[in-house]
């Protein structure tokens, strides 16, 4: 089946790094990945939507120059959280939708956590 | 904007009981509904779907039926097994149109 690969897994970097996470779909195009934020059992919010070769639409809250979002290709898209700070700790997924597959579900990367000290 | 509420936020069950998890969404565009599984820190797993021109669906243990009318639409699992035990998500969206939106929700807890 679709897979989406997330890298890296876990980072744990000091207050003020910038942190990119990558999202890739392996063996379908996705136009359109999402961009998600999970904190402690709670649901998943979307942050964003990227979208190939333009510009990603954020959600209502979401500071679109703190979550820099790129997706320059069919398979890659990257989320940038510059000058991350502890409140930024959490735990982030992409997916992606497999536009092969009927109904196009979503298919989830293996998301990534994020500790800032 | 669409809004989707899930019900229970968390349901404990013997094993060998059913489990019934329950979703009602507001937008009536919306045409297709996932259920994801979540074990604690992995990615979420689609574990069946259903498409709103279609009342239920079943795949071994595991049923999902979809009221249009009503706007809701239901988890059954059935002959529970602790491995069931995880996170499980609904969603509502509308086929070829881009993101989806997620209930909050349901912690199973199945008791050996």
């Known amino acids: 089946g679709a897979v989406v690969s997330q890298h890296p897994s876990w980072v744990i970097c000091k207050s003020g790094t910038s942190v990119k996470i990558e999202c890739r779909s392996l063996d379908f195009q996705a136009t359109t990945m999402f961009w998600y934020r999970q904190f402690p059992k709670q649901s998943l919010m979307l942050m964003a939507t990227s979208n190939e070769g333009s510009k990603a639409t954020y959600e209502q809250g979401v500071e679109k120059d703190k979550f820099l979002i790129n997706h320059a290709s069919l398979t890659l898209s990257t989320l940038t959280v510059t000058s991350a700070h502890p409140e930024d700790s959490s735990f982030y997924i992409c997916?992606?939708?497999?536009?092969?597959?009927?109904?196009?579900?979503?298919?989830f990367g293996d998301g990534t956590r994020l500790s800032i000290l | 904007g669409e809004n989707v509420e899930q019900h229970p936020s968390t349901l404990s069950v013997q094993e060998g009981d059913s489990a019934v998890i329950k979703c009602t969404y507001s937008?009536?565009?919306?045409?297709?509904f996932p259920w994801y599984k979540q074990e604690l820190g992995k990615r979420p797993q689609l574990i069946i779907d259903i498409r709103s021109n279609v009342g239920e669906k079943k795949d071994q243990r595991i049923a999902v039926t979809l009221n249009k009318t009503a706007k809701h639409f239901s988890l059954h699992i059935t002959e529970t097994q602790p491995e069931d035990s995880a996170v499980y998500f609904c969603?509502?969206?509308?086929?070829?149109?881009?993101?989806?939106?997620f209930g909050d929700g349901t912690t199973l807890t199945v008791k050996p």
């Open positions: 997916s992606a939708r497999d536009p092969q597959t009927l109904n196009q579900p979503q298919h």
């Open positions: 969603a509502a969206s509308i086929t070829n149109a881009g993101k989806s939106t």
């Open positions: 937008d009536s565009a919306s045409n297709y």
